[in-house]
């Protein structure tokens, strides 16, 4: 069974920081990207960000790249996401998804596992 477990969301002020991580199991983590993406109220899914299999290549929606940085512990089957300078339009709750590939893709129809998520709240 795959479990994609998200952790270290949470209530923080406008320009500060968090750390969001994403425990995996039951899959060959080391061979598939791995990617962030969020989910708004009344909104659709947003990608975020994804990293290659190898840990090699990245890629960021234009909205994070510059304050969002995602990086990943193959030894540990974990995937993470740096959040800093948050602001209010950040807010959402953050899902890690594992991807079909080892390259980073922002399609959401390219990964086939996704975590519970986790909420994020940035007040202004």
């Known amino acids: 069974q795959v479990l994609l477990v998200e952790s270290g969301g949470g209530l923080v002020q406008a320009g500060g920081s968090l750390r969001l991580s994403c425990a995996a199991s039951?899959?060959?983590?080391?061979?598939?990207?791995m990617g962030w993406f969020r989910q708004a109220p009344g909104k659709d899914h947003q990608f975020v960000a994804a990293i290659s299999a190898s840990g090699g290549g990245t890629i960021y929606a234009y909205s994070v790249k510059d304050r969002f940085t995602i990086s990943r512990d193959n030894a540990k089957s974990a995937v993470f996401l740096q959040m800093n300078i948050l602001k209010s339009e950040d807010t959402a709750v953050y899902y890690c998804a594992a991807a079909r590939s080892r390259y980073s893709v922002d399609r959401r129809r390219e990964y086939d596992y996704w975590g519970q998520g986790t909420q994020v709240t940035v007040s202004s």
């Open positions: 039951g899959l060959a983590f080391d061979n598939r990207a």
